[in-house]
């Protein structure tokens, strides 16, 4: 089993930057990927960025490129979101993802085994 932690998450202004944290445990030494979804009050959870830890480039939605920043730490099994010039739309619930499927498409939510519980993030206007 993998257990997720997130953290990070506040309300900050439009303009802002911020980072979230996500540490994993447990049997982390078989997570082939790794990602970041996020769910606003009402709509689906949606994909925002993803990469395999067997290397090869991340994957963005593409209302973040450019904007957000997944990375990791294996040292510390941990997986960041920095995530600057944030807006109003970017609220929502973000919560880290973990599966151990080689064959895992990086952008499909329902294809992650493992979840953390989210840290909510809020983007006053």
């Known amino acids: 089993q993998v257990q997720l932690v997130e953290s990070g998450g506040r309300l900050v202004q439009a303009g802002d930057s911020l980072r979230l944290s996500c540490v994993a445990s447990?049997?982390?030494?078989?997570?082939?990927?790794m990602g970041w979804f996020r769910q606003a009050p009402g709509k689906e959870r949606e994909f925002v960025a993803a990469?395999?830890?067997?290397?090869?480039?991340?994957l963005y939605a593409d209302s973040v490129k450019g904007r957000f920043t997944i990375s990791r730490d294996n040292a510390k099994n941990t997986v960041y979101l920095q995530m600057n010039s944030l807006k109003p739309e970017d609220t929502a619930v973000y919560y880290c993802?973990?599966?151990?499927?080689?064959?895992?498409?990086?952008?499909?939510?329902?294809?992650?085994?493992?979840w953390g519980q989210g840290t909510q993030v809020t983007v006053s206007s």
């Open positions: 993802a973990a599966d151990r499927n080689p064959s895992l498409r990086l952008g499909a939510a329902t294809e992650y085994d493992y």
């Open positions: 990469f395999r830890w067997s290397g090869g480039s991340s």
């Open positions: 447990g049997r982390t030494f078989s997570i082939y990927a």
